[in-house]
C-alpha cells in the first residue's frame, strides 16, 4: 500500500489567497484526521471524519478554515484567505476504526508526510 | 485544565543506552493514551496505544507504562540506536467531549 498520500508537499502563497491541501487515505480506512504542527503550539487536531462525516471540528482554528470528504478515498483542507500565521506543517491520518467507539479514537493512525504551508 | 506535559524536554544518550521518558496528564475522564515517534520532517509513527485497563505495551525495544491511578506514562527504549533519534510525542484522547490533547515532546538524541 502506497501509505497516506497528501498533496502538494509544499506550498508557498501570499497573504489572503486561498489554500487546499488534498488528502487520500490509505485504502479500506474509515476515518480520516487533519492535524497542524508548528512550533509554537506542537500538533493539534483540527477535525476527523468517520465514514465520511465530520464527527469534531472542534479543533478548526476559525471560519477561515473548512475540510470536506466527499468520498472515502479523498479529503480537502481549505483555508480562505490565508494568514501568515497559518504557516505550518499540516499531516493527514488514516485509520480503520472498529465497533462503536469513534469518539475514542483507539485505532492505529498513519500519518501522510505532511504538506509544509508558507504564508507570506 | 487537561494537559499533557512530557520530560526531559531533550536528552541524549550514547548508542546502546538505555532510557526513559516520562509523560503526565490531568486529562479526566480517560480514554486511552498513545505514544508517537517522529523523525524529523516526517508525520509521527504511532509506537503504542494503551487503554485504562493496560499497564504496559511493547513494540520492539519500546515498551510503553501507564498508571491510571497516578495518571503518569513512560516510555523505556533498550539499547538504543541512532534511528532511535526523533522527538517522541504522548498524546492523551479523553476529558469532556474527548478531546485529543498533545505533550510538546521529548526530543532524543543519540550519539555514537
Known amino acids: 500500500d502506497a501509505g497516506v498520500i497528501q498533496s502538494p508537499r509544499h506550498e508557498v502563497t501570499e497573504m489572503g489567497q486561498e489554500v487546499t491541501l488534498r488528502c487520500k487515505p490509505i485504502?479500506?480506512?474509515?476515518?480520516l484526521f487533519w492535524y497542524r504542527q508548528t512550533m509554537m503550539r506542537g500538533l493539534e487536531l483540527l477535525i476527523y471524519?468517520?465514514?465520511?462525516?465530520?464527527?469534531?471540528d472542534s479543533g478548526m482554528p476559525e471560519d477561515r478554515f473548512s475540510a470536506k470528504m466527499p468520498n472515502a478515498s479523498f479529503s480537502t483542507l481549505k483555508i480562505q484567505p490565508s494568514e501568515p500565521r497559518d504557516s505550518a506543517v499540516y499531516f493527514c491520518?488514516?485509520?480503520?476504526?472498529?465497533?462503536?467507539?469513534?469518539?475514542?479514537?483507539?485505532?492505529?493512525?498513519?500519518f501522510g508526510p505532511g504538506t509544509r504551508l508558507l504564508v507570506l | 485544565k487537561n494537559q499533557v506535559e512530557q520530560s526531559p524536554q531533550s536528552l541524549i544518550i550514547l548508542e546502546g543506552k538505555n532510557c526513559t521518558l516520562q509523560?503526565?496528564?490531568?486529562?479526566?475522564?480517560?480514554?486511552?493514551l498513545r505514544w508517537y515517534k517522529q523523525d524529523t520532517g516526517r508525520g509521527p509513527v504511532s509506537l503504542t496505544i494503551?487503554?485504562?485497563?493496560?499497564n504496559t505495551k511493547s513494540n520492539g525495544r519500546y515498551t510503553a507504562t501507564l498508571d491510571a491511578d497516578t495518571k503518569q506514562s513512560s516510555l523505556h527504549i533498550t539499547a538504543s540506536q541512532l534511528s532511535d533519534s526523533a522527538s517522541y510525542i504522548c498524546?492523551?484522547?479523553?476529558?469532556?467531549?474527548?478531546?485529543?490533547?498533545f505533550g510538546a515532546g521529548t526530543r532524543l538524541f543519540v550519539k555514537a
Open positions: 485504502s479500506g480506512h474509515n476515518s
Open positions: 491520518a488514516s485509520s480503520l476504526m472498529v465497533g462503536d467507539r469513534a469518539f475514542e479514537n483507539r485505532e492505529t493512525q498513519y
Open positions: 471524519f468517520n465514514n465520511n462525516v465530520p464527527i469534531d
Open positions: 494503551m487503554t485504562f485497563s493496560e
Open positions: 509523560c503526565n496528564y490531568t486529562v479526566s475522564p480517560f480514554s486511552n
Open positions: 498524546v492523551v484522547r479523553g476529558g469532556g467531549g474527548f478531546k485529543t490533547i
